[in-house]
């Protein structure tokens, strides 16, 4: 007579498990988004004109900082919704961005008390801004190293 091999239990090891994977979230524009490093922060964009051809359309940036910051080189650029480059307003030697202090870069305003010496902005004669908010157009600040220092999402 012959006898089924004998089968002999043995202790499963201890597992530790790992949740599973879950999938990455897809990146999902938030109009009104502010994202910053550093001390300088893109706080606005103001879209919708009301002069001829939107001159009066601008960019709101501000140091929110304990510390003055000198912005010789640094440009603010228009993006579209699928990153591409606009226009840009690249800030002249010298400019320095005070604690506290709020400006506006213009779409092409000549002059205005609140845009801190800046001169007339992006120059455009045309509106850069359009008027559809949700879409994902963002104003990022980059540094001289052509770092992006901050975004404005509407």
Not at 3 to 12: E, S
Not at 116 to 139: E, K, R, Y
Request: glycine share 8%.
């Amino acid at each position: 007579m012959s006898r089924a091999p004998k089968t002999i239990a043995t202790p499963t090891p201890a597992v530790t498990r790992q949740p599973a994977p879950t999938a990455t979230a897809t990146a999902t524009i938030t109009p009104g988004a502010i994202v910053y490093q550093g001390h300088v922060q893109v706080s606005n964009i103001h879209y919708q004109g009301v002069e001829l051809n939107e001159a009066d359309e601008y960019v709101e940036i501000k140091n929110i900082g304990t510390q003055a910051v000198p912005m010789d080189g640094w440009s603010l650029k228009v993006l579209s919704p699928n990153n591409v480059l606009v226009d840009q307003y690249v800030f002249s030697n010298g400019f320095i961005l005070a604690v506290g202090q709020t400006c506006h870069i213009y779409t092409a305003k000549l002059s205005n008390a609140d845009n801190c010496g800046t001169g007339h902005g992006f120059d455009s004669a045309t509106p850069l801004w359009p008027n559809t908010p949700g879409q994902g157009w963002h104003a990022s600040l980059y540094d001289k190293n052509n770092v992006e220092q901050a975004r404005f999402t509407y």
